[in-house]
């Protein structure tokens, strides 16, 4: 069992992360699997599934430069959370 102490440590050091948190959202209904969020990505956070739509495997290094939010013809992607 920790102390009362060490818990607070704990705590403290896990809130604070060097990477923001990032949410990046793609609604199936509305894209039509054109894979240019996929192309136009300079950090090549999102990648092709094995049903054709776009998934965001390392959200992590994400950058929210917006470059697949901007192109995507459908509108089928959000990103929330980050510095912006």
């Known amino acids: 069992m920790l102390s009362k102490k ?3 440590k ?22 039509k ?8 990505c300079p950090q090549k956070v999102l990648v092709v599934d094995e049903n054709g739509f776009p998934t965001a495997v390392k959200p992590v ?3 929210r430069c917006d470059c697949c939010v901007m192109r995507c013809p459908d509108f089928a992607i959000a990103i929330s959370g980050g510095d912006k």
């Open 6 to 8: 060490t818990k607070v």
């Open 61 to 63: 290094e994400c950058n």
């Open 33 to 40: 699997r054109c894979h240019i969020c996929v192309e136009l």
């Open 10 to 31: 704990y705590r403290a050091r896990k809130k604070k992360s060097k990477f923001p948190t990032v949410s990046i959202q793609v609604f199936d209904k509305w894209c």
